[in-house]
């Protein structure tokens, strides 16, 4: 008796066992089952045409506990669309048949491809996908901006050469401009680069834009986060005989090394010229100077790995810059804003050199990070070793050494506007606090409007840094 009792409970449960098996290998029929698609449109930001754009993607999760059989995964633009799946793997329009497992879920992969025409302006090109199961259509949604551009791969430049504004320039491979060849670049210009891409100077750049029609260069990347990611291309080098070159309101953001600069010049003008400008989120270095010349001003350096480094002496001036910056989402800031010497290590020994820097109604500031000296001055040897501060404030726990100090404010917070790392947002003017320490304790120069083009105080005292309060 017990072991028939035995048996049939144990044929109960084999039963039980194969019926719930059944159940699970089944497929859900209902026009109700769960089916979850994590997006209902992919939006791509600008895409330049001929240039394919990021690969983005959606899932499909099967959320019942039966399989569930899609009918079709369709691409819906009439053939050829600009668009182009992939679908779990397939690179396919269409897919047909599709079997998504209990609790299980497939990727759709997709990008886009825009041929060029005559836009100027950008332009929307538009599809979908379609996901069909149990007599339910469920679309996805596909967007993008198109432009049209001017591509170069690879280009040396030989003679003079204007850039106009009229398409966006995007670089692919390096750009050299050769000894004897100047780039003239119009305002309004703007020039995305790719990731390997660097500008290298070895005659005359000249780009010269104007405010609200600046001159921009930045990296190639234009959809979130890599838009705002630093070292998103190696950044403009202007090297030995490189001469005469002007950045008039540019905008330089992104790069590796945004300016780097080496050897003086080979004529009585500065290598580079850079006049209310604005050098932004460089990963390495916002200027980097190797015994060379610069002349600055009105320019902000912001938020760079270093903002301004100079090593082995050369000729400088800057005058009404700001040098700040803050830890970010992208960049830990772990360096003092200005590093400058008049040495450099060659072949394992100390080369120095002569120095004369100036430094006048300038902000160094720094804050979110471990740094407490924003000044690193370092003087090796018996070279001319002249190093000015005159109406700056900055922020260091001492007064840096082997530097001359006039009417200098030290440690007293500069009251930016607004400091938003959470959201990657600052405003380096001090509109909003009059209070603030800089306003009116500069000594008037020869430049007389601010970064914003505003007319800068004349016969009164100037505002430090480059942003004149109204």
Same mark, same amino acid.
């Given at each position: 008796?017990?072991?028939?009792?035995?048996?049939?409970?144990?044929?109960?449960?084999?039963?039980?066992?194969?019926?719930?098996?059944?159940?699970?290998?089944?497929?859900?029929?209902?026009?109700?089952?769960?089916?979850?698609?994590?997006?209902?449109?992919?939006?791509?930001?600008?895409?330049?045409?001929?240039?394919?754009?990021?690969?983005?993607?959606?899932?499909?999760?099967?959320?019942?506990?039966?399989?569930?059989?899609?009918?079709?995964?369709?691409?819906?633009?009439?053939?050829?669309?600009?668009?182009?799946? #992939?679908?779990?793997?397939?690179?396919?329009?269409?897919? &047909? !048949?599709?079997?998504?497992?209990? +609790? @299980?879920?497939? /990727? *759709?992969?997709?990008?886009?491809?825009?041929?060029?025409?005559?836009?100027?302006?950008?332009?929307?090109?538009?599809?979908?996908?379609?996901?069909?199961?149990?007599?339910?259509?469920?679309?996805?949604?596909?967007?993008?901006?198109?432009? #049209?551009?001017?591509?170069?791969?690879?280009?040396?430049? &030989? !003679?003079?050469?204007?850039?106009? +504004? @009229?398409?966006? /320039? *995007?670089?692919?491979?390096?750009?050299?401009?050769?000894?004897?060849?100047?780039?003239?670049?119009?305002?309004?210009?703007?020039?995305?680069?790719?990731?390997?891409?660097?500008?290298?100077?070895?005659?005359?750049?000249?780009?010269?834009?104007?405010?609200?029609?600046?001159?921009?260069?930045?990296?190639?990347?234009?959809?979130?986060?890599?838009?705002?990611?630093?070292?998103?291309?190696?950044?403009?080098?202007?090297?030995?005989?490189?001469?005469?070159?002007?950045?008039?309101?540019?905008?330089?953001?992104?790069?590796?090394?945004?300016?780097?600069?080496?050897?003086?010049?080979?004529?009585?003008?500065?290598?580079?010229?850079?006049?209310?400008?604005?050098?932004?989120?460089?990963?390495?270095?916002?200027?980097?100077?190797?015994?060379?010349?610069?002349?600055?001003?009105?320019?902000?350096?912001?938020?760079?790995?270093?903002?301004?480094?100079?090593?082995?002496?050369?000729?400088?001036?800057?005058?009404?810059?700001?040098?700040?910056?803050?830890?970010?989402?992208?960049?830990?800031?772990?360096?003092?804003?200005?590093?400058?010497?008049?040495?450099?290590?060659?072949?394992?020994?100390?080369?120095?050199?002569?120095?004369?820097?100036?430094?006048?109604?300038?902000?160094?500031?720094?804050?979110?990070?471990?740094?407490?000296?924003?000044?690193?001055?370092?003087?090796?040897?018996?070279?001319?070793?002249?190093?000015?501060?005159?109406?700056?404030?900055?922020?260091?726990?001492?007064?840096?050494?082997?530097?001359?100090?006039?009417?200098?404010?030290?440690?007293?917070?500069?009251?930016?506007?607004?400091?938003?790392?959470?959201?990657?947002?600052?405003?380096?003017?001090?509109?909003?606090?009059?209070?603030?320490?800089?306003?009116?304790?500069?000594?008037?120069?020869?430049?007389?409007?601010?970064?914003?083009?505003?007319?800068?105080?004349?016969?009164?005292?100037?505002?430090?840094?480059?942003?004149?309060?109204?």
């Amino acid at each position: 008796m017990m072991r028939t009792l035995i048996i049939r409970s144990l044929w109960t449960i084999a039963v039980f066992s194969m019926i719930t098996s059944c159940k699970k290998e089944s497929f859900i029929t209902s026009p109700s089952a769960n089916l979850n698609i994590t997006a209902d449109t992919i939006k791509f930001d600008t895409v330049f045409t001929s240039i394919g754009s990021v690969t983005k993607s959606f899932k499909i999760i099967n959320e019942n506990n039966q399989k569930i059989l899609l009918s079709h995964i369709k691409l819906m633009g009439s053939a050829p669309s600009a668009y182009h799946i #992939n679908i779990n793997g397939v690179a396919t329009n269409e897919l &047909t !048949d599709i079997t998504i497992d209990p +609790n @299980d879920s497939i /990727y *759709v992969f997709v990008a886009v491809t825009i041929d060029p025409n005559l836009n100027t302006n950008p332009f929307i090109i538009s599809d979908s996908i379609e996901i069909s199961f149990n007599g339910n259509n469920r679309l996805v949604q596909l967007e993008s901006f198109g432009k #049209n551009a001017h591509f170069i791969r690879d280009q040396v430049i &030989t !003679d003079n050469v204007s850039w106009t +504004n @009229d398409l966006p /320039y *995007v670089i692919l491979g390096n750009l050299q401009i050769d000894t004897t060849a100047t780039l003239f670049i119009d305002a309004g210009c703007k020039i995305y680069l790719h990731a390997n891409a660097a500008i290298l100077v070895d005659g005359t750049l000249q780009a010269i834009g104007a405010k609200n029609n600046e001159v921009q260069f930045n990296g190639d990347r234009l959809d979130e986060p890599y838009c705002n990611l630093s070292g998103a291309w190696p950044g403009i080098y202007f090297r030995n005989e490189s001469k005469n070159n002007q950045l008039i309101f540019a905008i330089i953001k992104n790069a590796t090394r945004a300016i780097s600069v080496e050897n003086p010049s080979i004529n009585s003008n500065p290598k580079l010229l850079i006049k209310q400008s604005i050098i932004d989120n460089a990963f390495e270095t916002g200027i980097e100077s190797l015994n060379s010349s610069i002349d600055a001003d009105n320019t902000l350096i912001s938020n760079c790995g270093n903002n301004i480094k100079i090593a082995l002496g050369g000729d400088y001036a800057f005058t009404n810059c700001t040098i700040v910056a803050y830890s970010t989402i992208y960049l830990l800031h772990t360096e003092p804003v200005l590093q400058i010497s008049n040495y450099s290590m060659q072949n394992g020994a100390i080369t120095t050199t002569n120095i004369n820097a100036l430094f006048t109604n300038c902000i160094f500031w720094g804050d979110g990070g471990t740094v407490d000296n924003e000044l690193s001055v370092i003087k090796e040897g018996s070279n001319v070793f002249n190093v000015q501060l005159q109406h700056c404030l900055f922020k260091n726990l001492a007064d840096p050494p082997n530097t001359i100090l006039t009417a200098v404010i030290s440690n007293q917070d500069p009251l930016f506007n607004s400091v938003d790392i959470e959201n990657n947002y600052f405003d380096f003017r001090t509109t909003n606090n009059l209070s603030s320490p800089v306003i009116d304790q500069g000594v008037n120069t020869s430049f007389l409007f601010d970064l914003n083009n505003n007319t800068r105080q004349v016969g009164l005292s100037t505002d430090i840094g480059c942003y004149e309060n109204p």
